[in-house]
């Protein structure tokens, strides 16, 4: 069965520092994949998406994440973390055309000043 | 463009309520649409999906049931709650593009 595992619930960074979210999926055909981000008691956002196009992919508020098929990783990033950033993010793969979508646990980032 | 609309966002019923979430969708046509639900502290759980009008797919045995009356609404029921069932729930769409929309949530909440 597909799953995705999302290594780490919580991930804790200082402002400016480098955030990294790591992200691991299970299938054997291409996936499509997804990141999404959701702030407290809202829905889910999309930072960025996967689809066997370019492997390094680039999404909103500065966040990119890159596809490593060796590795079966889609490991998200963004350079300098902000305030804002603080936030559940959740990391999820598609295959087939019913669209349904497979999560990782999901990693909490926290932003200390 | 495209929105989701899904209410109400907090609800709170006692054990052995009925329930009814509604979600609609604006802007498209022939969406595939999704029922999630959210467990505090964990991840995100399919728990129906439909490709059109009543044609509805359940991925885990459960106390709910989901129903397609029209095209772009997409409603989550139950006939007797049960404390388990509290959670967040989420609705969602997909269209011709791979990613999927989501609704702002419901909060329930089973006493």
């Known amino acids: 069965a597909q799953s995705v595992t999302q290594l780490g619930s919580h991930v804790s960074v200082s402002e400016g520092a480098l955030v990294l979210l790591r992200c691991n999926y299970s299938?054997?055909?291409?996936?499509?994949l997804f990141w999404y981000v959701q702030y407290p008691n809202q829905g889910l956002q999309l930072l960025l998406k996967y689809t066997s196009a370019a492997t390094l992919v680039k999404g909103i508020n500065g966040f990119e994440a890159e596809f490593k098929k060796s590795e079966t990783s889609f490991h998200l990033t963004k350079p300098s973390a902000h305030m804002s950033d603080a936030a559940e993010y959740f990391c999820a793969e598609s295959t087939g055309n019913t669209g349904k979508l497979i999560f990782g646990q999901g990693t909490t980032l926290q932003v200390k000043p | 463009s495209q929105t989701i609309h899904q209410w109400p966002a907090t609800l709170v019923q006692p054990v052995g309520s009925p329930l009814s979430l509604e979600c609609t969708v604006e802007?498209?046509?022939?969406?595939?649409l999704y029922w999630y639900r959210q467990a505090a502290g964990r991840g995100l759980q399919l728990l129906f999906y439909s490709v059109g009008i009543g044609q509805i797919s359940s991925e885990v045995p459960q106390n709910l049931s989901a129903s397609r009356p029209q095209d772009r609404q997409f409603i989550l029921s139950s006939k007797k709650l049960l404390l388990s069932d509290s959670g967040f729930y989420l609705c969602a769409w997909t269209g011709a593009s791979t990613e999927a929309f989501f609704g702002q949530g419901t909060r329930l909440t089973v006493v």
């Open positions: 802007g498209t046509s022939n969406p595939n």
């Open positions: 299938s054997s055909v291409p996936p499509y």
